[in-house]
């Protein structure tokens, strides 16, 4: 199993990229750079990969909406050329206030854009002219714009013809997708032993229509390590985290981790988050946060029992442990965990 981390992208970039290399030499194999509503991802990642030399520099993730398929090649294409062909490239639909909210774009077909834009970005990184109808018409037809369009191929030609793409999905469909069409797939708020009973048949469906080229799905999964005995303290300050998921990330009948906690069979507990939440209750919505996803999400606890949990993780089908640590240096628990993983 690999090992890879989350950067914090609320964090300082240049302090990040220093804490990335020392990562590296402890044996990190990959960086997962963040794009919510705040700095861009790529621009993170060009300065890791100069600051780098071995470890895959994946977006995690760059939501399909506010650049046109067009521009994601241009940009992955970009970092796999200044990596030296170590860039990955993770893609979602984000959801509706961060695409309706931030980047004013209605939040819509998210399967069928999806799917569109893994295709485009596939044909143009292989130096393919990008032609294409649906969603995306490529060049424009006659009779929109000014007709003037033709079929371009990207001008640089690529370091690698073919890019690990990664799809963040939850729901049903989505997770199908994946399994389907993706390199990689990254769930969240992951549970191991759950895995099957929750995502078994959208796995199934998908692999069932996956193509004979690409390798075996991916997936990236993991949470908080804390190796010690303080599991309480460790446990609570992931807290605020789930229940503004739960509870406050989407409206009502709209949140996709207000079902992903449903599906986990915490439904009392995911409509109390939600109800405080929305009050404008957020301390008592955290106090609502089941221990037992805190437990079986993360891995908290003396070090049999978090090694206990790597297995769990790779039990579940998880080839890429996703972590972030909690307490002491992260250079030195990263190097165990390294060893523990592998």
Known sequence: MKLSMPLDY?????????????LEQAGLDTVWVAEPYGFDAPTLMGYLAAKTQTIRIA??????????????????????SVSG???????????????????????DRPLARTREVVDIIRMGLRREPLVHTGIYDLPLPAGQ???????????????????????????????????EIADGWLPFLFVPEKAA???????????????????????SAG?????????????????????????????????????????????????????????GRPRDAEAKVPVAWLEASNLVGPASYVRERIEAFRAAGVTDLQVRVA??????????????AA
């Open 59 to 80: 977006s995690g993730i760059l939501n399909i909406y506010s650049r046109t398929p067009g521009a994601l090649l241009q940009t992955i294409a970009g970092l796999d």
């Open 223 to 279: 949470g908080l390590v804390a190796i010690g005995d303080d599991v309480t303290a460790a446990l609570d300050s992931l807290r605020p985290l789930y229940a503004l998921y739960v509870g406050g990330m989407g409206a009502r009948g709209k949140n996709f981790y207000f079902d992903l906690a449903c599906s986990y069979g915490f439904e009392l507990e995911a409509q109390e988050i939600q109800d405080l939440y929305l009050a």
């Open 197 to 219: 009973e929750v995502w078994g048949s959208a796995l199934a469906d998908g692999a069932a229509r996956r193509p004979s080229d690409l390798a075996p799905l991916e997936i």
């Open 85 to 107: 062909g170590r860039a990955v490239l993770g893609l979602g639909a984000s959801g509706p206030q961060v695409i309706e909210g931030f980047h004013g774009i209605p939040f």
């Open 10 to 22: 609320s964090g300082n970039p240049v302090e990040s990229a220093t804490l990335v290399a020392e």
């Open 145 to 179: 714009g000014l007709g003037l369009g033709k079929p371009l191929k990207l001008l640089n030609r690529p370091v690698r013809p073919v890019v690990p793409i990664w799809l963040a999905a939850l729901g049903q469909k989505s997770v199908a997708l994946a399994a």
């Open 327 to 340: 307490g002491g240096d992260p250079v030195a628990t990263v190097a165990k965990l390294a060893e523990w």
